[in-house]
């Protein structure tokens, strides 16, 4: 059974950063991806950024480019989001999720299973 426990959020001022965890377990999809999505009160959940389980490609939304990094550990079984110079904007619930294929990993119907999410604040 795959599960996905996200870490990291809290309350932070316009401009400073945060970094969410999400740790994995019961994840072998060879040529899947590990996602953050988030969603913001009223508003639909969109894809932020995966990386590739097995070349460690990336992908970011526009909105985040430049300002969040996603990397994930040697045992490839954590995944962290590095969150800088962050905007009100950025308030919401950010969700982990796993999925078979890397090219999916933008799209919230494209993910297996997800994380119950943290959230995030950002005061301006």
Do not use: H
Request: proline content about 2%; charged content about 20%.
């Amino acid at each position: 059974e795959v599960q996905l426990v996200e870490s990291g959020g809290g309350l932070v001022q316009a401009g400073g950063s945060l970094r969410l965890s999400c740790a994995t377990s019961g994840f072998t999809f060879d040529d899947g991806a590990i996602a953050w999505f988030r969603q913001a009160p009223g508003k639909e959940r969109e894809g932020v950024s995966c990386i590739s389980s097995s070349d460690d490609s990336t992908y970011y939304a526009d909105s985040v480019k430049g300002r969040f990094t996603i990397s994930s550990n040697n045992a490839k079984d954590t995944v962290y989001l590095q969150m800088n110079s962050l905007k009100p904007e950025d308030t919401a619930v950010y969700y982990c999720a796993a999925g078979r294929f890397f090219g999916l990993c933008a799209l919230p119907g494209g993910m297996d299973y997800w994380g119950k999410g943290t959230l995030v604040t950002v005061s301006s």
